[in-house]
């Protein structure tokens, strides 16, 4: 098992542009979420899914939008990317028979905006 | 609202033991989950408490107390593999809020 990979590994964007960051989980669990996590500090929680077709808003979803069509996948978009949207995003995933289910983390994504 | 506090950073020798406080407010608790992250790597799961009291794991243990909404990890017999940022994470409504993270330096 692959568990679960993320799609870039880095990227560089100027202000104004636009992206996507693929997420997907071979374990077929059912909770995904979308993190952040910005230099000395902890995770913060963007977006996450519950099941497929389903998502729901963290503690900082502004600027970002997200989608769930296939139970495997989570995408993370950024319509007009913000330098204050430098930072390193970590998918999770779990299965999600509790709340404080094992998440297992994908290795990040390392964006720039400038 | 939720919020988490734990120390910003532990330094310790090798072979010595260290303990992390993590200090809740809550409401709808559901427990407390501690996770490990190195330089450069994602969030691995440690342990989870959802009753008082304590959970070993090898050199680890993870303790609560609902009544004081307090718990602790405690790192063991330290070695230099164990330098690392920890985060304890409060579980509820489907999801969970991470602490700030202690960063944890093991000198040789």
């Known amino acids: 098992n692959a568990g679960v990979t993320q799609t870039p590994k880095f990227r560089v964007l100027k202000t104004g542009q636009s992206m996507t960051l693929l997420c997907a989980q071979d374990m077929n669990h059912e909770y995904m979420y979308w993190y952040r996590q910005d230099p000395g500090m902890g995770l913060r929680l963007i977006h996450y899914?519950?099941?497929?077709?389903?998502?729901a808003k963290g503690e900082v979803p502004d600027g970002y939008n997200v989608s769930r069509l296939k139970k495997q996948n989570f995408l993370l978009g950024l319509e007009s990317a913000a330098p204050s949207q430098t930072s390193v995003y970590f998918c999770a995933s779990s299965y999600g028979r509790e709340s404080t289910d094992t998440q297992y983390f994908g290795p990040g994504t390392r964006l720039t905006v400038l | 609202g939720q919020s988490l506090e734990q120390p910003s950073e532990v330094t310790a020798v090798e072979g010595a033991i260290v303990q992390i406080n993590c200090t809740y407010q809550?409401?709808?608790?559901?427990?407390l989950s501690w996770y490990q992250q190195h330089d450069g790597g994602a969030p691995t799961f440690l342990s989870y408490?959802?009753?008082?009291g304590l959970e070993e794991t090898g050199r680890f243990s993870s303790f609560l107390s609902r009544s004081d909404s307090y718990g602790y990890l405690l790192l063991q017999e330290l070695q230099m593999k164990d330098s690392a940022s920890y985060f304890c994470a409060w579980g509820g409504g489907n999801k969970l809020t991470f602490g700030g993270g202690t960063r944890v330096l093991v000198k040789p």
């Open positions: 809550t409401s709808g608790f559901y427990g």
């Open positions: 899914s519950v099941g497929e077709g389903t998502t």
């Open positions: 408490n959802a009753l008082d």
